[in-house]
C-alpha cells in the first residue's frame, strides 16, 4: 500500500480530480460547472494637460535612475483597518516596509507627496471622465463628492487615492448580451514601483496623480472570451472620444473572478486584454482547486481549530549542505528553521495553476508579507532535483513527523521568522476554511500570484480637503449632445459596410471610424475598400515600418483625396501607404515618383498582352490552366496600379 | 420631532426631505431625471449649498443628488451610524517613566468615522493606546484634556490655565510632560510657556500633527512617539517643540519654545529654529542633543510658574507707506504694548514717527523685532534707526516678533512700569535672545544650485 511518494505524479493527478480543462478546449459546459464568474473594473488615462488634482504636467515620465530627490514614509493603518484588533498586533504590523519616493522636480510637486493638500480637479480631466459616463449610459450625479480610498501598500504617498463618483449603474452591449455597469469614477493615478526587495520598496512619482477613470462593471461575465470582450468594449468606448491616452500602461484592467464556492479574487493591472482569457481561466480554477484541497483537508483534520505547525531550528551544514541558498543563509548568519504542517502530504505538490502547486501559494506570500526574497524555502514535495528530497526524511524526524505530514525549511533573518512562521500557519489554516480574499499580480503565461490581501470595504471616507463640485443639467445636456457614437452602433455599421471581421478590433481600438466614414461619405469611395485598406493594410504597415513623426491617421483621407482628384485608381494607395507611413513630409506628387508611376491609358496596358502571351508560351513552367494569366497580370500588375483596376485587368486578359 | 433628523440641511433642499417625508440615516430610492441612485442620506456640511442632497452609496462611496433633478424618494430602511472608538487599557509598565499628555483640542490622535467621515479624537489612556500602541514601550501615560480648542483660538487664558496644570503635574512628581496642541500657534504657546514656567526639573514638550491620523501617512503617531521619548527620557528640562526634522519619516527636532517658529503652511518639516540650531535631534530611541548647553533634568519638583498675561498688545507687521492711524488706533483703543516687525535691520517710515512718539509718551511699550527674522536689530547703521529709539522705541536684538509679543504680554502681566519692562524684555530667558548667531543658524539653500541638488539628492529634505 505504501509506495513511494511522487510528487510530480501528484500534481498530475490532482489536476486531472478537479478536472482542469486547458484554455483552449473549455468549453461554455466546463465554466458552468465551476461556476465561472467575472467582472472588470478597467482604468483608462485620460488626456489632459495637468494632473488631477496639482498643476504639474502630466504624461511626462522618467528614468527610473532620474530623480532630484527621495521621501521615505511608513504606512501606519488607521485604526479600523485593523477591526478588532490589540495593540501587538498593531505593532508587530507584519510587512514592515520602507518606502521611498523618488521625486522629479519636472513631474512632481510637493502635493504629490503630500506635503501640500490638493488643488481643485482639473476641469478638463472632469469633462472627459463626463463624457465617458454619459456615453457608458450611467445615472450622473448631481455633485461630485471626492473621496479617500485607502492604500496601505505606499502607492500612493498620502496612503489614500482621491477619487469621485461621476455615474452609476450604467451598461454596455456585447455580441451576445448586455453587461451591466456598477459605477464609474474618477480618480488620481498611483506611482509606479522601481523594486520591492527585502524591506524597502522604491516608487517613482511621475505618474502619481494622473487623471484616471475606473469603469466597474457587475459580475456578468460567464466565461473568459466574454471577458475579454467586455474589456475591449469598455476600451474602445474610452477611446472612441478621441480624448483618452493612449500606449504602454495607460489602460488597465483589475479583473475580479471567483469560482462557485470560491471567492471575489482580484488579478490587478492587466494591461493587455489578450492575457485575459488565460489568466480569468486559470484563476477560476485555481479557486476551484483550492475547494478541493480544503475538502480532502477536513476530511484527515477533524478538529481544525487545533491544528498548527511545529518547527525547529536546524543547521543547514549538517542538512542540505549542498543546497546554495542555504550555505548563503549560513554565511549571512540568517535563521534556518524546518516546519512541519501535519497533514499536509500530497498537498504542498497539489496542482492549483499550469506548472504551479500548493508550495507556491505559501512561498509567494513569504515574499510579500515576510519579506523573504525567493528562493525562500524548500519543501518535501519538492520537484526539482537539485536537493536530496531523502533529506526530508532526517528533517521529518527532528521534528516528530508522521507518514502523513509534510515539511518546509525557510530561511532568513532573524527578526523575519516570527512574521514567516505567521504567514505559513495562516496561509495553511485558511486552506482548511477557504479561498483567501487577495489580489494578484499576472503574469504573460496566464499564471498569477499573491500581490496583497484584498482590503475590507470600510476604507472610504470623505476627503476633506476638497469642497464638491456641482453638475447642473445645463452642463450635463451641453456634453450630451456632443458625444461620439455607440460603440455597439460602430460594429454594426462596419458589419453593413461588409468590412472583414478581423479588422473590428484594429478600427476600433485605434479609433478609425470617423476617418474612414469621412473617406466613404466625401470621398464615395467604396465601404469595403476602405475599412479593409485599414484594417488589413493599414495594420500591416503600422507593424512593419516606423512612422514619420507627424504621420497622423487622417492623412490617409487626403491620401484617397489626391487619387480622386487626379482620377488615380486607388488600388496604388496600398503601395503609397508605407511611403506616406514613414515619410510624412513628402507630398503625393513625390510618392508617386518615387513609386516610378507613370499614368498610361487602358489601351496603353492592354495593347502588350498579345507580346506577352506569346512570350508565356515559350518559357512556361506552370500546366496550370490559369497560369497564363497570372503570369501576365504579374508582368502587368506595376502599370495597372494606379491606372485600372486589376479585376479589371484580368477580365481583358481572360477575354483576349 | 427635532431638527436633528434633517441634520445640516437647510433652505430648498431641507424642503424636499419633508415633502417626501424621509430623514438623514434613511436609507433611499431616488428616482431623478438623470436615473435611479440608492443609498443612505448623510448629514450635509453646514456650510454647503441647498440644492443636493448627500448619499452614501453601496459601494461607499458618497455623492450629491441635484434636488431639482428628483421626481420621487422613498424611504426603504433606517439606520443611524454610531461609533465609538475602540479602546485598551494603557499598560503600565514598572521602570518606565510616567508621563502626563496635557490635551488641548489639537487631534494628535484619532480615528475616522467611516460612515460619516467625521473625525473623532482619540484622547483617553485607552484611545491612545489603542491608536499608537508602541507608546506603552517608551513611557507610562495618563492624560489630561484640559480644554478642546483649535490652535488658532489658544490665547493668553489658556497659556495661564496650562501653565498652572503643568506646575502642578511637576509637583506631583511626574518625570515628564507632554502638550498636544495644534500647529498653527504651537511657536505662541511655546514661547508664552517658556515664560511662564521657569526653571522646570523635567521637560515639556509640545507636539502636534501636519497630517492628521486618520492619514495612513500622518506624522502624528510618530511625532507623539518622538515627544514621549523626549518627555520620558530625555536629559533636557526645558519647553520644547517637537516635530519633524526632514519631512520624510526618520528623526524629529527638539527645538527650544521661543526660537523656533511654523515656516511652511502644509509640509511636515515645517517647525525650524530661527538664527540658531535645534536643541537635539529625536528619535523613538535617542536623543542626540545638538547643542551642548541646555538646563538638565533634576530630581526635585521645584519650578516657578509665573502665571501672567495682558493681552492689551500687538504685533504690527510694517509694510511700506503704513499710515499713522494704525498705531494711532491702537493707542486709543488702550494698548499697553506694540512689537513692530519692521523691515531690514528694524526700520518704518518717517510719517510713522510721530504717532510711535505719541505712543510711547503715553506709556506704550513699543520694541522693535525683524521681519526678516533671521538676523538683529541694528539701528545705530542709519539715521531712521536712531531717530525710532530717539521716540522710544527698543530693538530687542534677534527675538522672533512672536516671542516678543508672548514676553511682552508677559510682562506686562506683571508690571507696567516702563524702565521694568525694558529691563525684563532685553534679558534673555531661554535663548529668546542669544548675543552670537553661529554660522549654521542661517541656512535657506536655493535649489537649482548643482551642489544644493547634489546635497538633497542624498539627504532627505
Redesign the interface.
Known amino acids: 500500500m505504501n509506495k513511494v511518494f511522487d510528487p510530480q505524479i501528484n500534481y498530475e493527478e490532482s489536476k486531472k480530480a478537479i478536472g482542469y480543462v486547458p484554455l483552449k478546449e473549455a468549453t461554455q459546459k466546463d465554466y458552468d460547472r465551476i461556476g465561472f464568474k467575472a467582472g472588470l473594473e478597467v482604468h483608462q488615462q485620460l488626456k489632459s494637460k495637468r494632473k488631477l488634482f496639482c498643476y504639474c504636467p502630466a504624461g511626462l515620465y522618467h528614468d527610473d535612475d532620474n ?14 483597518e485593523l477591526g ?5 498586533a ?2 508587530e504590523l507584519k510587512t514592515k516596509k520602507e518606502i521611498i519616493y523618488r521625486i522629479n ?1 519636472d513631474n512632481a510637486c ?1 502635493y504629490e ?5 490638493p488643488f481643485q480637479m482639473d476641469s478638463e480631466a472632469l469633462e472627459i471622465a463626463l463624457e465617458i459616463a454619459i456615453l457608458s449610459k ?8 471626492i ?2 480610498k ?3 501598500d505606499g502607492s500612493i ?4 487615492q482621491r ?3 461621476l455615474g ?2 450604467g451598461e454596455i452591449q456585447l455580441k451576445h448580451k448586455k453587461v451591466r455597469l ?2 464609474l ?1 474618477i480618480e488620481e493615478d498611483a506611482c509606479r514601483e522601481i523594486s520591492d526587495i527585502g524591506h524597502t520598496r522604491v516608487y517613482k512619482t511621475d505618474r502619481l496623480g494622473m487623471p484616471l477613470i475606473e469603469t ?1 462593471t457587475y459580475p456578468d461575465f460567464v466565461n473568459p472570451e466574454e471577458v475579454k470582450e467586455g474589456a475591449n468594449y469598455i476600451r474602445f468606448l474610452n477611446r472612441s472620444t478621441g480624448k483618452v491616452r493612449t500606449g504602454m500602461g495607460t489602460a488597465r484592467e483589475d479583473v475580479n473572478v471567483s469560482c462557485r464556492g470560491g471567492t471575489r479574487v482580484e488579478i490587478k493591472g492587466v494591461s493587455h486584454n489578450n492575457w485575459i482569457p488565460r489568466l480569468t481561466h486559470n484563476e477560476a480554477f485555481r479557486q476551484w482547486t483550492l475547494l478541493r484541497i480544503k475538502k480532502i483537508l477536513n476530511q484527515r483534520v477533524k478538529n481544525i481549530e487545533k491544528w498548527k505547525i511545529n518547527f525547529e531550528h536546524i543547521k543547514a551544514n549538517v542538512n542540505f549542505s549542498t543546497y546554495e541558498p542555504l550555505q548563503i543563509a549560513r554565511q549571512n548568519k540568517h535563521d534556518v528553521i524546518a516546519i512541519n504542517l501535519p497533514e499536509f502530504k500530497g498537498i504542498l505538490s497539489h496542482f492549483t495553476q499550469p506548472d504551479k502547486i500548493f508550495a507556491d501559494e505559501i512561498s509567494n506570500r513569504l515574499k510579500v508579507i515576510a519579506c523573504l526574497e525567493k528562493p525562500n524555502m524548500i519543501h518535501s514535495e519538492q520537484f526539482t532535483l537539485n536537493i536530496n528530497l531523502s533529506e526530508f526524511n532526517k528533517i521529518a524526524d527532528i521534528l516528530n513527523a508522521k507518514g502523513n505530514d509534510a515539511q518546509l525549511i525557510i530561511w532568513g533573518p532573524k527578526e523575519d521568522m516570527k512574521t514567516a512562521l505567521e504567514t505559513i500557519e495562516e496561509r495553511c489554516q485558511m486552506a482548511f476554511e477557504r479561498v483567501p480574499n487577495e489580489t494578484r499580480k499576472s503574469f504573460e503565461n496566464g499564471t498569477t500570484i499573491f500581490e496583497r490581501v484584498l482590503p475590507g ?6 476627503d ?1 480637503d476638497s469642497a ?1 463640485i ?4 445645463n452642463y ?1 445636456n451641453k456634453l450630451s449632445k456632443n458625444l461620439p457614437v455607440d460603440v455597439y452602433k460602430r460594429i454594426e455599421q462596419l458589419k453593413n459596410w461588409n468590412v472583414p471581421e478581423d479588422s473590428y478590433n484594429y478600427i476600433l481600438k485605434r479609433n478609425l471610424m470617423l476617418t474612414i466614414e469621412k473617406i466613404i461619405l466625401d470621398l464615395k469611395i467604396d465601404s469595403k475598400f476602405v475599412g479593409t485598406f485599414f484594417g488589413h493594410t493599414l495594420k500591416w504597415v503600422e507593424g512593419k515600418f516606423c512612422p514619420y513623426d507627424d504621420f497622423i491617421y487622417e492623412k490617409i483621407y487626403d491620401l484617397f483625396k489626391y487619387l480622386k482628384q487626379n482620377k488615380i485608381e486607388l488600388n496604388i494607395a496600398k503601395k503609397m501607404l508605407p511611403e506616406l507611413y514613414q515619410h510624412g513630409q513628402l507630398n503625393f506628387d513625390s510618392i508617386l515618383k518615387n513609386l516610378k508611376f507613370k499614368k498610361k491609358t487602358r489601351q496603353e496596358i492592354f495593347k502588350v498582352i498579345p507580346s506577352l502571351r506569346k512570350k508565356f508560351q515559350k518559357i512556361k513552367m506552370s500546366k496550370n490552366s490559369n497560369a497564363d494569366i497570372n503570369w501576365i497580370i504579374g508582368q502587368l500588375r506595376n502599370n495597372a496600379l494606379g491606372n485600372i483596376s486589376l479585376k479589371d485587368l484580368k477580365t481583358e486578359i481572360e477575354n483576349k | 420631532m427635532t431638527d436633528n433628523i434633517f441634520q445640516g440641511y437647510k433652505g430648498d433642499s431641507l424642503e424636499i426631505l419633508k415633502k417626501f417625508n424621509v430623514r438623514v440615516w434613511g436609507q433611499i430610492e431616488v428616482e431623478t431625471n438623470r436615473g435611479k441612485f440608492k443609498g443612505t442620506i448623510l448629514p450635509r456640511a453646514e456650510n454647503d449649498d441647498d440644492q443636493h442632497i448627500v448619499i452614501k452609496i453601496p459601494t461607499g462611496y458618497n455623492i450629491g443628488i441635484d434636488i431639482n433633478t428628483i421626481t420621487d424618494i422613498k424611504e426603504i430602511g433606517y439606520s443611524k451610524a454610531n461609533y465609538k472608538i475602540p479602546e485598551k487599557e494603557f499598560p503600565y509598565s514598572k521602570g518606565l517613566p510616567n508621563v502626563k499628555l496635557i490635551g488641548t483640542g489639537g487631534t494628535i490622535a484619532s480615528r475616522l468615522d467611516y460612515r460619516t467621515g467625521a473625525v473623532i479624537p482619540a484622547f483617553s489612556p485607552g484611545e491612545l493606546y489603542g491608536a499608537v500602541p508602541e507608546l506603552a514601550d517608551i513611557c507610562n501615560i495618563t492624560t489630561d484634556k484640559i480644554f478642546a480648542v483649535f490652535s488658532e483660538n489658544m490665547g493668553p487664558s489658556e497659556y495661564i490655565t496650562l501653565a498652572k496644570a503643568i506646575g502642578k503635574e511637576i509637583e506631583n512628581g511626574i518625570d515628564g510632560i507632554i502638550v498636544g496642541h495644534g500647529t498653527d500657534t504651537l511657536h505662541h504657546t511655546a514661547s508664552a510657556l517658556t515664560y511662564m514656567i521657569q526653571d522646570s526639573p523635567v521637560p515639556i514638550v509640545l507636539v502636534g500633527s501636519q497630517r492628521s491620523s486618520d492619514r495612513p501617512s500622518s506624522d502624528a503617531a510618530l511625532n507623539l512617539m518622538h515627544a514621549a521619548y523626549a518627555a520620558g527620557h530625555s536629559d533636557i528640562a526645558e519647553v520644547l517643540v517637537c516635530m519633524f526634522g526632514p519631512t520624510s519619516d526618520e528623526y524629529g527636532f527638539l527645538h527650544r519654545g521661543t526660537r523656533v517658529r511654523k515656516m511652511h503652511s502644509s509640509y511636515r518639516s515645517t517647525f525650524r529654529t530661527i538664527g540658531d540650531i535645534p536643541v537635539a535631534t529625536i528619535t523613538r530611541k535617542e536623543v542626540k542633543p545638538l547643542k551642548p548647553n541646555y538646563n538638565r533634568r533634576r530630581n526635585d519638583k521645584k519650578v516657578k510658574i509665573i502665571p501672567y498675561f495682558n493681552d492689551r498688545i500687538s504685533i504690527v507687521y510694517y509694510y511700506p507707506s503704513m499710515k499713522p492711524d494704525i498705531i494711532d488706533s491702537l493707542i486709543d483703543n488702550g494698548y499697553k504694548g506694540i512689537v513692530i516687525a519692521g523691515t531690514g535691520l528694524g526700520h518704518v517710515n518717517k510719517p510713522l514717527y510721530p504717532a510711535l512718539k505719541r505712543a510711547t509718551d503715553k506709556g506704550v511699550n513699543v520694541f522693535m523685532t525683524v521681519q526678516t527674522l533671521w538676523g538683529y536689530t541694528h539701528m545705530f547703521v542709519y539715521d531712521t534707526g536712531r531717530d525710532l529709539m530717539a521716540k522710544g522705541v527698543v530693538p530687542v536684538m534677534n527675538m522672533l516678533p512672536e516671542a516678543a509679543w508672548a514676553k511682552l504680554g508677559w510682562i506686562l502681566g506683571q508690571t507696567e512700569d516702563r524702565k521694568e519692562v525694558k529691563k525684563m524684555m532685553l534679558t534673555p530667558i531661554g535663548d529668546d535672545i542669544t548675543y552670537r548667531e553661529p554660522y549654521n543658524g542661517y541656512l535657506i539653500y536655493q535649489g537649482g544650485v548643482p551642489e544644493v541638488e547634489e546635497f538633497i539628492k542624498k539627504f532627505h529634505k
Open positions: 530623480f532630484n530627490a527621495e521621501i521615505v514614509r511608513h504606512m501606519r493603518p488607521t485604526l479600523s478588532e484588533y490589540d495593540g501587538t498593531l505593532m522636480n510637493t507627496i503630500d506635503d501640500t493638500p450611467m445615472n450622473v450625479v448631481g455633485e461630485v463628492h473621496a479617500r485607502q492604500y496601505l504617498p498620502t496612503g489614500f477619487t469621485a463618483i452609476v449603474e456598477i459605477q469614477s466597474v470595504a470600510d476604507r472610504m471616507y470623505p476633506t464638491a456641482s453638475l447642473d443639467d450635463i
